[in-house]
């Protein structure tokens, strides 16, 4: 079973019940160790004390703020836990906003929250009530040394809990903005109708990250001896000079595709429905 990563209680109004959260989601890379190039061990990261001019253990630091350069305040492990907020243990639901009101560049990452022993029912009733009503929950919790906002969501089997940015931290770039007004009716008409032709299903399962396929598969053609085989290089993209005409050699392209995946998927669902049919 998984490790819980935060565990205390979750309160609405006058109900409180225990729960605990899970990661949901972690990316996944391909990790390579630091080797000594003469001989191919390991090498170890060396804590340096320049004002000594030698080595130092971990056992021998202390956590500095600098306030000013080069001047800093000690600050031991006890100070912080006595100005730690209350929401280390208790995550109280602040108040319920609409999903469609969140900017997702909010959203930073995501928990799966199940409940503790005895908290079920109201877990159940909490959940049910967010998925009929369409609100999700603003609360907040201190964890990972730091206080989230966080949002409570039903998700499909139970409650999620994604942690927020706070406002200070998402970037406001002044250069970032759109000028709508450099484009035709005609060429916004043919956009939307390219956008349609790419209409589909989200489904997740579809996206693969192909460089970490290719780095795998590299680590393994060394391991085995083989040749190593070199991706396709990427296509070289020239500037759009029409947008219009480059827009219908774009959806001409789509259309030859969509008959050839329409028949691949034909011939995909042919034994699911053989089968429906046998066990009628």
């Known amino acids: 079973m998984a490790t819980s990563v935060w565990k205390g209680h979750l309160t609405f109004g006058l109900v409180s019940l225990p729960i605990k959260l899970f990661s949901a989601a972690r ?29 130092v253990s971990r056992e021998d630091l202390v956590k500095g703020y600098e306030y000013e350069k080069g001047r800093y305040v000690i600050v031991d492990s006890e100070e912080i836990q006595k100005v730690a907020p209350k929401t280390a243990q ?36 909490l959940f049910e009530a967010m998925r009929r009503t369409g609100y999700v929950g603003v609360a907040k919790v201190a964890m990972h040394s730091r206080e989230h906002i966080v949002i409570l969501r039903p998700g499909q089997q139970g409650l999620v809990l994604h942690t927020m940015y706070y406002a200070d931290e998402v970037r406001k770039v002044e250069e970032f903005r759109t000028n709508t007004e450099l484009v035709a009716d005609k060429e916004l008409e043919l956009a939307q109708m390219f956008v349609k032709t790419l209409e589909a299903r989200f489904e997740p399962e579809k996206y693969r990250d192909e460089y970490r396929e290719n780095l795998k598969a590299l680590i393994q053609a060394k391991v085995e001896g083989q040749a190593i085989v070199e991706p ?49």
């Open 232 to 280: 396709a290089p990427a296509p070289q993209l020239a500037p759009v000079v029409d947008i219009m005409q480059a827009l219908r050699a774009s959806m001409e392209k789509i259309g030859q595709r969509k008959p050839m995946q329409s028949a691949t998927t034909e011939a995909a669902e042919k034994p699911k429905r053989a089968r429906k049919a046998s066990a009628k």
């Open 27 to 55: 990316s996944e890379t391909i990790s390579f160790n630091q080797l000594h190039k003469s001989d191919h061990s390991r090498v170890k990261q060396v804590l340096y004390c320049a004002a000594e001019d030698k080595p």
């Open 90 to 125: 208790t995550m109280e639901i602040l108040e319920f906003v609409k999903t469609s009101e969140i900017d997702p560049i909010y959203f930073e990452s995501s928990y799966y929250m199940a409940p503790d022993a005895a908290g079920e029912k109201a877990y159940a009733l």
